[in-house]
């Protein structure tokens, strides 16, 4: 998954903020990380992993205790294959902690420092060195507002991430209510965030 994460310090204002708004900045690992571990799919394998990790760690302790005990004749048999997936598990673990700075070693693309101009029709995108190129709204795939990122998809691998961090709160809101009125419901989805309700009165979808 090649996503782009960024961050700012939040401004402190109360204006009301109009389109279009523009961001410049560029990828940090630090806010790549943060993302990477926030997504849903890595969560869940973090939490797989450590219950795995954790009940070959049981498995052996009592192989061990009836190795010592002598009980089972087959218990040497029982701690060799424990042991063997311990190791293997250990290793999965250890190469899904590197993945995320493998992905941002490997990526210049990613870390390259560009613009974002929003506009109410589209988004203007402008690398420092590799050119530019616009998106309009109906473009992407899905657009996900959470507590720390807005996630704009290109496609359901592929995506700008940004900090909410970077935009002031009138920036954020006009944001929000931008897409609300140029994209399907169905394509924002929601993450423990609350969103204004569209104009004709029906809340918006949370995913």
Avoid at 64 to 83: A, E, K, P, R, T
């Amino acid at each position: 998954m090649v996503l782009l994460c960024y961050n700012y310090h939040m401004k402190n204002t109360k204006e009301i903020s109009k389109i279009p708004i523009w961001i410049e900045l560029e990828l940090s690992y630090k806010d790549y990380v943060q993302f990477y571990r926030s997504t849903s799919l890595v969560r869940l394998s973090r939490i797989v992993m450590y219950l795995v990790f954790f009940v070959i760690s049981i498995l052996l302790v009592v192989d061990i205790i009836v190795l010592y005990l002598g009980v089972s004749g087959d218990s040497h048999s029982s701690f060799i294959i424990n042991l063997l997936y311990f190791f293997l598990v250990l290793t999965l673990f250890n190469y899904l902690s590197l993945l995320p700075r493998r992905n941002y070693d490997s990526n210049a693309l990613a870390r390259e420092k560009k613009r974002y101009t929003f506009f109410d029709d589209r988004v203007e995108i402008k690398y420092e060195s590799s050119g530019s190129f616009v998106l309009t709204w109906d473009k992407f795939y899905k657009v996900v507002f959470s507590k720390n990122f807005v996630c704009l998809f290109t496609s359901i691998q592929t995506g700008h991430i940004i900090s909410t961090e970077r935009f002031t709160d009138a920036e954020y809101k006009s944001l929000q209510s931008l897409l609300l009125k140029q994209m399907p419901s169905g394509k924002i989805k929601l993450q423990n965030i609350k969103l204004p309700k569209k104009e004709d009165g029906q809340p918006t979808q949370k995913g």
